[in-house]
């Protein structure tokens, strides 16, 4: 369990530390002022979203073995599919 605590931190501090998730951090940080505030909403919320997608992914790698990782993958996809079908037919 502090083997998985552990791993859990780590993959969180590799997300907010990631290179691309820096990069639109110090973007925002240098340019809010000339951004519009709709621009600058906008900027937040792809910033979040990358931090939060970053953390997810590698907690997930972090818990999850292999095996379990690509049923997961499959699982998703099945519902997509299900998704998508019940869209199509209206049903």
């Not at 501090?13 to 709709?38: C, K, P, W, Y």
């Amino acid at each position: 369990m502090i083997s998985t605590a552990t791993a859990l931190i780590s993959a969180t501090e590799q997300a907010v530390m990631d290179e691309d998730s820096m990069g639109l951090a110090q973007f925002i940080t240098h340019e809010r002022n000339n951004l519009s505030q709709d621009d600058f909403a906008k900027a937040m919320f792809m910033y979040a979203t990358m931090v939060a997608s970053n953390a997810v992914d590698s907690a997930t790698k972090a818990i999850l073995t292999k095996e379990q990782f690509a049923e997961l993958i499959t699982t998703i996809d099945e519902i997509e599919s299900m998704r998508n079908e019940v869209l199509e037919n209206g049903e």
